[in-house]
């Protein structure tokens, strides 16, 4: 049995490296539950199929296969597996494995009807429901895997398997499924979604909705959350994520009482569940979320304040929750049912920062993160004048944003969004040029000027950063992230040789802030070792620049064996800032 990881993408979840997405425990778990032995069960991500050839090493009975992104993305830690992909996988195997069974699962749900009709012209099975249910079933039919793909599939009136699991089901799979996490290239750097319900909690939906898919919410137990992390943290796991769900503050709220489309949210589920998860888990070393809802909190201030303050006293430093604004746009908060007005955003955006923008090994504990969206309804060219001039506002107010996401629409048969667009009531995104060449001018405008300003605030020259894992390299840097939520990427000159042995090693490390660019913050190894130096690298000391660090190797003869003390006291001469971290603030320099 092979569980095969193209990685997935959505606004309520996400598996790509670091992550390993739910869908895949959740899918191992539910072949354990069915009688299939843990030590039948392989797991393999896209990424290693690539590298292997595009082949299997063994054959495999059964392969399920998890798929599909429902938003675009741009991937450090891994590259996501294509629709084109998925079918040259199925065509393949076929060929060399006739009687091998494939399942699809995941997003890939969702796809157009032509690659539906292909994939199962192909011979694999695209679950429209949850994959695990089907796989359950699978693993526990008294026959073959041949004869239970006859049974279930070839004899089925619908080819649609639409059949959904339960949060009893789920709390069965989670628990036994834990196992993956010691099959991931990535361990023990791995960072594990955690989901707590899935569908929406609002009474009206975005126009591009997917998650209303999933229809009413259904809410997980508490105990069942904890046992998973519990036995997760068994097996030495660290790092975790509530990360499914589309509004953590709506965990468990007041479903009897609405505003503004709103549940009320109530502060004592969330003091459950984070004060759980750190019973279960006690020494782990990430506690980061995704999603909440900015119009929730303008709604109720006053439950949002203690929940925002019970999370940052569970959390992790450097947590990022993401606010899906879309537009600040009337015409298009009209047009799309879109959660809150720009005033509404802004409040939010101050009860978060009430909190949150404390420090702590200095990051802030907790920062709002804004997604924008481009191809909706009622856009124009006014659109992205109003999105530029909320963010600057925001900006010049004092208030801390971690980051901003700027993607255009992927429109979903049967969202709204797609209905007003094939009646012409919207258009689709790219068909005006002018609009296009607008988005693209003001996207390029925020990145220089509102970005790279939040990116300084955030992370002030000398602010360390702990557990950088360095993932690649690109134009004479490597490029690192920490382990977190919406981790900010970190340029380090390939001069830079102790990260050199990191980046071999595949382990992380400190480094220290030494600027900000757009959308990614430069860094070098800490503590610093300046004799393991380049002179790109030693350059980028605060205070130095090229012309000193060209000096430096003159004077000194640094590749000849100067001592740690004679460089510091020549750094010093020059004006480097050597100064000692403070360990309640972002230090303004660093230590040698």
């Known amino acids: 049995m092979l569980i095969l990881d193209f990685y997935v993408d959505e606004p309520a979840c996400f598996g790509v490296p670091p992550y390993l997405s739910p869908y895949c425990r959740y899918a191992a778990g539910a072949l354990v539950a069915g009688g299939i032995p843990q030590e039948k069960i392989q797991y393999l991500t896209v990424d290693q199929w690539r590298n292997q050839g595009k082949t299997l090493s063994d054959d495999h009975e059964l392969i399920l296969l998890v798929a599909g992104t429902t938003v675009p993305g741009k991937y450090l830690g891994g590259r996501i597996g294509t629709v084109t992909e998925v079918l040259e996988f199925i065509r393949f195997q076929k060929k060399q494995d006739p009687s091998c069974t494939i399942l699809l699962g995941g997003p890939i749900r969702y796809a157009d009807r032509n690659i539906q009709d292909e994939i199962r012209e192909l011979g694999a099975y695209l679950i429209r429901g949850d994959l695990e249910v089907y796989a359950e079933r699978m693993a526990s039919y008294p026959g073959s895997i041949k004869e239970a793909a006859e049974a279930i599939f070839e004899k089925s009136r619908y080819p649609v398997y639409s059949e959904k699991r339960n949060y009893e089901q789920v709390d069965r799979y989670a628990s036994r499924g834990a196992f993956l996490t010691e099959l991931h290239p990535n361990r023990p750097y791995l960072i594990l979604e955690l989901e707590t319900y899935r569908g929406c909690t609002r009474d009206v939906f975005c126009s591009f909705c997917t998650e209303a898919f999933y229809g009413k919410p259904e809410f997980r137990s508490l105990d069942g959350i904890l046992d998973e992390v519990q036995e997760l943290y068994g097996m030495g796991n660290r790092y975790f994520r509530l990360g499914r769900q589309a509004d953590l503050m709506t965990y468990l709220p007041n479903m009897n009482d609405f505003q503004n489309s709103f549940p009320r949210p109530i502060p004592d589920s969330l003091e459950q569940l984070y004060g759980g998860i750190r019973a279960a888990a006690p020494d782990l070393k990430l506690l980061h979320l995704d999603n909440i809802n900015p119009g929730l909190i303008s709604t109720f201030p006053d439950e949002s304040r203690k929940i925002i303050e019970i999370i940052c006293k569970y959390n992790t430093a450097g947590d990022t929750a993401a606010m899906g604004m879309e537009s600040a746009d009337p015409e298009v908060i009209k047009k799309n049912d879109l959660k809150a007005s720009p005033e509404e955003i802004k409040r939010a955006i101050e009860i978060v920062n009430e909190f949150g923008a404390k420090r702590d090994q200095g990051l802030p504990r907790l920062l709002p993160g804004l997604n924008l969206l481009h191809g909706l309804a009622g856009e124009s060219e006014k659109t992205f004048e109003y999105n530029y001039k909320f963010l600057k506002d925001i900006l010049d107010s004092g208030l801390l944003l ?9 429109t979903y048969r049967n969202t709204r969004l797609d209905r ?7 258009k689709r995104p790219g068909k005006s040029e002018r609009i ?46 920490p382990l977190g939520s919406y981790p900010v990427t970190v340029k380090i000159p390939l001069d830079d040789r102790q990260a050199a042995q990191y980046f071999e090693n595949k382990t992380p490390m400190t480094c220290f802030v030494t600027g900000a660019e757009e959308r990614s913050i430069r860094g070098l190894t800490f503590p610093l070792q300046v004799s393991r130096m380049g002179s790109i690298a030693f350059s980028q000391i605060p205070g130095i620049g090229r012309k000193a660090s060209s000096r430096l190797f003159a004077d000194l003869g640094l590749r000849k064996g100067n001592s740690e003390s004679e460089i510091q006291n020549w750094l010093t001469e020059q004006g480097a800032r050597l100064v000692p971290a403070d360990s309640e603030s972002p230090a303004t320099a660093v230590s040698v």
Not at 442 to 452: A, L, P, Q, S, W
């Open 420 to 426: 007003m667009q094939r009646t012409g009531e919207s």
């Open 402 to 410: 971690r980051r901003i996401n700027i993607r255009q629409t992927v």
């Open 436 to 481: 296009h060449q607008r988005f693209i001018y003001y996207r390029d405008k925020i990145r220089k000027e509102i970005d790279h300003a939040f990116l300084l605030k955030n992370f002030p020259v000398g602010t360390l950063l702990h557990e950088v894992i360095l993932e690649s390299t690109n134009e004479g840097y490597y490029l690192g992230r």
